[in-house]
């Protein structure tokens, strides 16, 4: 039986990982549980923070804990040094809330609603404090503190997915037309042009 | 009936509006059917396209017709001026795919896949070409054309919000710390400042 | 990469042809974009309508556009000669909720709702006007004009599905017991016989 | 307590009755059961059989037991009189599934799938047989004995709904337009109009 | 055609018998109709009473009717010697939710709802009565009469699962650390030991 | 503007409290950011333990974080103290499975998957160390190190409810018929109704 459900697993990781064919579904049956021998997590370690973000996200998926596969839910540890941050992003598969508590540290956080409003509604949150950032909405955590921060969250999904909104901006392979930035943006062309070459 | 109806259709609005607690049922009426005189929704008119980005959107929604309400669908109709563009943005509540024909002109339209990849997947459409934009991803359309261009979509959503990127990122209501914007942009923060003060 | 992808879809199009065990899901992946050649939909271009019904529709399916698949949308055009009809049908599966705009021409349409009430709500549309079949009921568009009529519909499954209502009834293979539709439409015997020796 | 939950019972049953903002949602709480006194279902009795058709339909709802709001499921129990039938019809609303076991008598079962193919799947069952109709079918049970006979059946739906074909098409209020439904049959003219007149 | 939908079955079936990645999807086809001859369900027959609990449940499931994939429900009957029991238990999978109705007998049935109440919402049935178990909560059914007593249930579910509470604290494999259920069930160690070599 | 939105909130919050039509919906808002002054939610402290299981759960719901409604998403701090517990127990309500990682101490959890297998799924966790306990499953934490252990988990439900099984069975109110629990555990009926008294 073991060898049947590896097998599939690994089907099932290959169309997690290339192809739009993955679904999120309800599950039918209990769980798999022939993998036997997960990885430590390790979400009591920091994440390597050295980048131009100052920041680093430890996800926790499939390959580290039994029967995530169908269940709709995963973990993040962030750590930022002083002044990182996690930057503007959205998760862009659905049922992808994120629920973030900080354990240590002093976090500037936010999110701006969608249009005509575009409200930005943020909050500094110290250790112990809750935020919920809802699902398809811009958000960011930036560390306003002294010293590192660290942040658990959970986010209602198996396999939530981030764009990074400079990155699928400015730095989408190939580049978006310049003149499409320029305008939408209202940067000046040699802008852009020095954005796309930096992302 | 009319009159009950009427008022549970305003108190639904009223959620519409405002308020988080508008769900995306199924639906287990056929329709509500007293709002007995739909305007006439207009979608033969061009929209007004004097604006920064010269294009127009003209969204069908409850007002204008029966029975969309819990229906899960909704159209809209886009007019480009030449060189006019939809700006980057998403559709950030669940279930907000777009599907769009072109039916004058000619459209340089794209999506942007999310993290790590961030790849564009783009086309240029003519009079009759059909192209998807999927749920959550940012995506934009162009008018490459010397002549104004039209084009039809259909979103599986009776309110799928729009998030246009510029706007939330730089013109949000307060605005973002400057300094977040400055490190994920990668930008002076001279220009985060200008850019602010545009949106 | 691509060769992956390509096989994985063959085998969901020909499970979406011909299985019970095609599913519509919420996607977990962006998209799949290994079809690198769509082929033109053609959404400008008038479908044959020479036949009993004088209409025509012409459907947008996962064949001609990239990553249609999990993506919960279709689109279709339909065409009508004066006096054609898009004659009662239904659209069998979940989310298939139906949003037309009028093209050209004049259009009568309606949609009858459920037991015990059995209303028609019915409207004559004019170029530009929209209007909402809402999923699971009983619906019919008529050209009531004297030229031909086009329109264009967003429907929230990227597989619907029809039922035409007399075909189904009277056309089915093998037929259904004549004894059955003799009494459910109160129809003498030979009537019966006749219809289903036509469709 | 008990006078709040009855206060909304009556609420959410009005909505239920007659509009369109009723929705099918998974639910949040346990159960609601303010409601003391269940009336007897009576699912032992026969229901009355003398009408057109020659069966009748008794259907489990809120009204007769705890608790059904929110929890998508429903039951019911036909009888047929010998060569009654409960005519071509379908459950409109998503997620109305049928599965149904004879208890006494033989029945002639089918549905019909959707275009093109509109396959007949029939079956003749016997007391103890189990079959079920899929969601948005157009489906019949026809008693093929000469006895009375009865069943039960489970539908995944606490609102399923029904749509009698033949009083949809040709009994609906206000009428369809003869012309459409003479082309879309291919019947005469006095054939639609005499049908028009009896549903 | 058949072969290969006999292939697909088969593979799902594999899924649905011991795997973690079946899902509960709503049907994009209207049903799977390649497998011919369905074995006789038989719900008119007793099921085998002769155990510890004095009670049979006989289920309806895939390989008796065709169809069923994906149409998410299903069929029991249940038989009860005089004093027997459908023991507490639970359906895990989502959308379990269970009516049912008494044929035969007299039944004492009952739910207890979640945290921090615990009440219990129980009822005498006879014949013909009709009791709805709602989705995840601990329910069971008793036979209080001198009779053998028989009931029909539906489940909105094709796979809705079964956990007896016994037999899951008591009867694990391999069983759960005694120290746990000493404390949780407030036992004497020696009781929750000998409990542990019952089930 | 406020005032609308707080006294909706009221009334979702008094539905989410005490009856069955609270639902899990898809949000068609981005969220309700009316209630100004969120109390802190306080995870970093931790709960009183002094109980007969020796631990506390502190959950984070709408009461202490904006925007939670419609997002279906929760987060709980668990406290341990030496050999204390969270009792074997499930959470009812659809698409609640938990994650859980350890911030302090050494955990020994696990779940049992449904009949007939009841098979244990279980391990000890270090700090660092994640877990994912399954929609629908009987599972439980035990602290089995010489110091206090604190875990963090999320939920993938805004209201996941929690059936303590001991207390569900042996503690209902009104009890539940002690001859069904004789039974059904096997068990001398003075021990049953001595647990009958405790709980």
Redesign the interface.
């Known amino acids: ?1 073991k060898g ?2 590896f097998l ?2 690994v089907a ?1 990781m ?3 990982s ?16 022939a993998i036997d021998e ?1 990885k ?6 920091p994440g390597n923070t050295s980048n ?2 100052a920041s680093n996200v430890t996800t ?1 998926n499939v390959e ?12 993040v ?1 962030i750590d930022y040094e002083p ?1 990182g ?1 996690n ?2 992003h ?6 992808a ?3 973030l ?3 240590e540290g002093t976090l ?1 956080v ?6 005509p ?7 500094v949150l110290y ?6 950032f ?5 958000h ?1 955590q ?1 560390n306003v503190g002294k010293t590192n921060a660290v942040a ?8 939530p ?17 310049a ?3 320029t ?5 000046d062309k040699n ?1 852009v042009n020095y ?1 796309q070459s ?2």
Chains 1, 2, 3, 4, 5, 6 share one sequence.
């Open positions: 039986m049947v459900c599939v697993t099932l290959a169309l997690a290339s192809l739009a064919s993955a679904s999120d579904p309800s599950p039918l049956q209990d769980t798999c549980v997960p430590d997590a390790g979400l009591d370690k131009t973000v926790v580290q804990i039994k029967g995530l596969n169908t269940l709709g839910i995963s973990m540890r002044y941050q930057p503007p959205t998760h862009p598969h659905p049922r809330t994120e629920i508590t900080v354990l500037y936010g999110f701006v609603t969608s249009n409003e575009n409200r930005l509604i943020s909050k250790k112990g404090d809750v935020f919920v809802p699902t398809g909405l811009i960011f930036f658990i969250a959970g986010l209602s999904s198996q396999n997915g981030v764009i990074t909104i400079a990155n699928a901006v400015f730095g989408s392979d190939p580049p978006i037309n003149d499409v930035l305008r939408a943006f209202q940067l802008v954005l930096r992302f």
